[in-house]
């Protein structure tokens, strides 16, 4: 008689989860589930371009579409409780699912860090429904008033914001051509808390950066702070900003899901993990909620997906496991139509070349999930216009 199969339950339906479904996936030894709370994937570098009239084919995928033909079982729930004893995970529908190994790969979630009226008034593009209501509140604005806001404000000057900072001035001034409205001077100005745009990287990494967004006549507001919104203004640092339209993309915080099922966290608040990236015996955390060296980035999710799959099918195999070794990825920040910033081991690369690098990466990051031909077909999105705003079709 066959043995059962191993149950092994993912929670998170980001790049880290799917990823170690994919690589598990069909593999007679296991019993593959994966939760997710959304029925799509999220393809998380090109919500951006989603608020700014880009194709929601780009970065939006069934799950049912990547795991076509695979042998995977797709949930749609939110893990609420973790039963450590009994091995179960039970959800916000009420439903209970039982595991043999756990993977939870949740990501991360907005965190506004109490600063008063930001939740309220504050626009975001974490998720494809955040972008489209973006995008309806800058087609609302020309609507209501023939005028567009004159001030949009961005906060947070790590990658997001500056991918949105740098496409911004070009999308309102398509706005206003299309619908033929006067041209004005508008104003996108970006906030950022630390003296330089993203600050993890290196300093001339930056200042490329920093020039290329004054070339795109975005003005900055660097090591200054946030106190307070409201409907029609942004404080920061004791000064007031007139506008109805503020972005936040400033800061994260790790699932709550991990401190309420009491899970052990390191000062940067990720979920502390072995050099198999356990939390505990039969509990693995990938991706953005482990305390990794460079957790956060999708490239680190994949890698660790890839992993711990790989770990699973050698235990299967009465293998022991490999310890886990971090892979540096590969840094490419777009800044405007054609350019980008990469940092790639010690080389730094700007303008035309790094903008094509990143097409190239983000077609490898497509394929990573997808054969090839539907990889192209999501990839080739990024180049199509969306335009499917509520408030203007047409």
Not at 113 to 137: C, N, P, V
Not at 226 to 243: F, K, P, Q, Y
Request: glycine letters at 8%; a positive charge.
């Amino acid at each position: 008689m066959a043995s059962e199969k191993q149950k092994v339950l993912i929670l998170g339906g980001g790049f880290g989860g799917v990823k170690t479904a994919l690589e598990l996936a069909n593999h007679p030894h296991f019993a593959v589930t994966l939760m997710s709370d959304q029925l799509n994937f999220r393809y998380y570098p090109a919500l951006y371009q989603a608020a700014t009239g880009g194709s929601p084919v780009a970065s939006s995928i069934p799950l049912s579409e990547i795991f076509a033909g695979k042998n995977v079982r797709i949930v749609q729930d939110s893990a609420k409780k973790l039963d450590r004893h009994s091995k179960q995970i039970h959800c916000k529908s009420g439903k209970i699912y039982g595991y043999d190994v756990l993977v939870v790969a949740l990501g991360v979630i907005t965190n506004y860090f109490g600063i008063k009226g930001l939740k309220e008034y504050s626009f975001g593009i974490k998720t494809l429904e955040d972008a489209q209501e973006l995008r309806d509140h800058l087609h609302k604005l020309l609507m209501a008033e023939g005028q567009p806001d004159l001030n949009y404000v961005i906060i947070g000057g790590g990658p997001t914001g500056v991918e949105l900072a740098g496409v911004l001035p070009a999308y309102i001034k398509h706005i206003m051509q299309r619908h033929k409205f006067p041209a004005k001077a508008i104003h996108v100005e970006l906030v950022e808390a630390e003296p330089y745009l993203v600050p993890r990287m290196p300093r001339p990494y930056s200042i490329a950066i920093q020039k290329r967004l004054h070339r795109l006549g975005v003005k900055l507001h660097l090591h200054q702070k946030v106190e307070a919104e409201t409907a029609d203004r942004l404080t920061v640092s004791g000064r007031s900003i007139v506008s109805h339209t503020v972005v936040w993309t400033a800061g994260v915080t790790n699932h709550p899901f991990l401190a309420a099922n009491k899970f052990s966290f390191s000062e940067q608040a990720k979920v502390l993990v072995n050099e198999l990236l356990q939390a505990e015996e039969d509990i693995y955390v990938i991706g953005d909620n482990a305390d990794t060296i460079y957790s956060g980035m999708a490239q680190t999710a994949l890698y660790d997906g890839k992993f711990v799959a790989e770990n699973f099918k050698r235990l299967a195999r009465g293998k022991h496991p490999w310890p886990y070794k971090p892979r540096k990825p590969v840094y490419v920040t777009p800044v405007g139509q054609h350019w980008a910033a990469v940092q790639w081991g010690n080389l730094q690369i700007y303008g035309w070349l790094g903008w094509v690098l990143r097409r190239v990466a983000d077609f490898v990051g497509y394929h990573d999930l997808q054969p090839w031909w539907s990889a192209y077909k999501h990839w080739e999105a990024e180049n199509q216009s969306g335009e499917t705003c509520k408030t203007c079709r047409g």
